[in-house]
């Protein structure tokens, strides 16, 4: 059962363009919504996160996008550069348990 | 400087052996929690602890055993070791355990099973 889908498992922009990662999930009772970044041979670091009472979030170049009705987020990464190629885990968290549910990861690569 | 350490950052061990796997955490944060991440899994879940008590075990087997001496300590003992048990472990912390409390991540702990 996949409860946080996120639908591209690896991604390839160029330098400059906006990187568009795309997150969904099922349960109605998920309400706050991190995305992390990951380096190879490094932990998680926490990049930016919603509450589901917003519908945009921005952060420097990061900026979510949050759908309620439709059950959707996305990230976007604008002015992407090379350094900004690591893996992206959008995740959930389940007001009944208080646990957060992780997707399965979007491996973004940015060619110069 | 971390905030959050683990060690080793890397353990080879054989099939069968037990190993512990340590975390402190100097964000002084009330909530400590452990997940592992390997090829087949995405994060996932093991263990929460909210003051030093277990809230939460998602983990199905026994062998698992975490072990809080302090505040800011949660280790992981695993005992009797499988190569199905090869992942990362990552121990994370936050403030509370709760709403808009996303934990933070330290750098995992590499383990092998042979």
């Known amino acids: 059962q996949q409860q946080v889908r996120q639908s591209s498992q690896s991604l390839t922009v160029w330098e400059g363009e906006t990187a568009i990662l795309n997150c969904s999930y099922e349960?109605?009772?998920?309400?706050?919504f991190p995305w992390y970044q990951q380096f190879p041979g490094e932990g998680p670091a926490l990049l930016i996160a919603?509450?589901?009472?917003?519908d945009k979030k921005e952060d420097g170049r990061f900026t979510i996008f949050f759908n309620k009705r439709e059950k959707n987020l996305s990230l976007h990464i604008k002015d992407s550069q090379p350094g900004d190629s690591a893996t992206y885990f959008c995740?959930?968290?389940?007001?009944?348990?208080?646990?957060?549910?992780f997707g399965a990861g979007t491996r973004l690569k940015v060619i110069a | 400087d971390p905030k959050i350490i683990q060690k080793p950052k890397y353990l080879v061990a054989v099939t069968g052996s037990e190993k512990i796997l340590i975390c402190e955490q100097y964000l002084g944060h009330n909530a400590m929690y452990w997940y592992r991440q390997s090829a087949k899994k995405p994060l996932e879940f093991m263990f929460s602890y909210s003051y030093q008590k277990l809230m939460d075990n998602q983990t199905a087997s026994s062998r698992f055993q975490p072990q809080s001496s302090k505040k800011n300590h949660l280790d992981l003992q695993i005992t009797a070791l499988k190569p199905d048990d090869s992942a990362t472990y990552f121990c994370?912390?936050?403030?509370?355990?709760?709403?808009?409390?996303?934990?933070?991540f330290g750098e995992g702990t590499r383990l092998s099973v042979l």
């Open positions: 995740a959930v968290l389940n007001t009944g348990n208080y646990k957060y549910v």
């Open positions: 349960n109605s009772a998920f309400d706050y």
């Open positions: 919603i509450r589901s009472v917003s």
């Open positions: 994370a912390s936050s403030q509370e355990q709760g709403a808009n409390q996303a934990p933070l």
